[in-house]
């Protein structure tokens, strides 16, 4: 049985990535939670921190973290279940837009920090975080185009699916518009089974953080 270390399933977008991905390859593990009063997991969450902490998965003898490093372990050990794609060319897009999400987003991360239970009608967004929609939103629109969805990479969730499976709560929460074609897609995440198990989970986590409460 392997382990996965997660922080708060209702506000941390890595721990939701990294969960994602174990479910996606279909490995049986077991969750440990850190809670939030840990300073790192904290530190972590209010982006105080550079380094992510979770998600962390135990595999056998490997110990891996980092959510692109899960990835590319899963990938390694359940090639079947496709976490990348086998075609080279759409692989290294999907590699390209995960490694953009894993890298960039400074502002939308701030300004828009997760929050599943919290939900804000009519939230304004400061032109910093919009320009970081607006490249998300491009980045869908080229996927979708390109591959023919109804996922970013084609047919079926891939890590591009995972890694912004966040963004999707994100811009739920605070009412984002989006174009038809986008908001589908956002729908379309939110509704997956997975994501449905996830969210059931969080709305059972007693602790809030302030600090991640959105303010007018």
């Not at 990835?71 to 390209?96: I, K, M, T, W, Y």
């Not at 953009?100 to 009608?121: C, D, Q, T, V, W």
């Not at 490249?135 to 185009?145: K, M, Q």
């Amino acid at each position: 049985m392997a382990t996965l270390t997660i922080s708060s399933k209702n506000y941390s977008s890595w721990s939701l990535r990294g969960w994602l991905l174990c479910k996606m390859a279909g490995l049986s593990f077991e969750e440990e939670r850190v809670p939030l009063d840990d300073p790192d997991m904290k530190a972590e969450l209010l982006l105080l921190s550079p380094s992510f902490l979770v998600p962390r998965l135990v595999h056998e003898d490997v110990t891996v973290w980092d959510t692109l490093a899960i990835a590319a372990f899963l990938n390694e050990v359940f090639p079947q279940a496709g976490l990348l794609p086998a075609d080279r060319a759409v692989r290294a897009h999907c590699l390209s837009i995960s490694g953009e999400m894993h890298s960039g987003f400074a502002n939308m991360r701030s300004a828009l920090p997760m929050n599943i239970k919290a939900h804000y009608p009519g939230f304004k967004v400061w032109a910093g975080a919009q320009a970081d929609i607006e490249r998300i939103v491009a980045i869908w629109r080229g996927c979708l185009t390109a591959h023919g969805g109804p996922f970013l990479m084609g047919p079926t969730p891939t890590l591009a699916d995972a890694m912004y499976a966040p963004v999707c709560s994100r811009f739920t929460t605070y009412d984002v518009k989006l174009d038809a074609e986008c908001d589908a897609y956002r729908a379309r995440i939110m509704a997956l089974p997975l994501m449905q198990e996830w969210i059931a989970s969080s709305q059972d986590e007693p602790e809030e953080l302030e600090e991640l409460g959105a303010e007018f």
